[in-house]
């Protein structure tokens, strides 16, 4: 059983940085694995995406730019460094993964989801 365990989440101003954290157990497959985020009264969106060991990092079209997914795989841990929050990147952020061949940013294709990491972005 994969587990996922996030962290790295806290409060910042805007224009501000922070780098979560998300270290994978439990396993020694490759996994796709993407953050999530979902903000209150919205729907839980996909964020970025990557397989471990390298390859196949995509990013929704709306986080491009301030956005940075990364690994370090002997560690089996993923990164997602924001830059230059703004107040509505405030949500709780999900490190997720699955198992296919394929690298899905959609929260349906999810088979394992960790506790979850908050972020508040203050103007």
């Known amino acids: 059983q994969v587990q996922l365990v996030e962290s790295g989440g806290g409060s910042v101003q805007a224009d501000g940085s922070l780098r979560l954290s998300c270290v994978a157990s439990?396993?020694?497959?490759?996994?796709?694995m993407v953050w999530f985020r979902q903000a209150p009264g919205k729907e839980r969106e996909g964020v970025a995406n990557?397989?471990?060991?390298?390859?196949?990092?995509h990013y929704a079209a709306s986080m491009k730019g301030r956005f940075t997914i990364s690994e370090d795989n002997a560690n089996k841990t993923v990164y997602l460094q924001m830059n230059s929050l703004k107040p509505d990147d405030t949500a709780m952020y999900y490190c997720?993964?699955?198992?296919?061949?394929?690298?899905?940013?959609?929260?349906?294709?999810?088979?394992?989801w960790g506790q979850g990491t908050q972020v508040t972005v203050s103007s």
């Open positions: 997720a993964a699955h198992e296919y061949a394929y690298c899905f940013l959609e929260p349906s294709m999810v088979q394992y």
């Open positions: 439990g396993t020694t497959k490759r996994l796709c």
């Open positions: 990557l397989f471990t060991g390298g390859g196949n990092i």
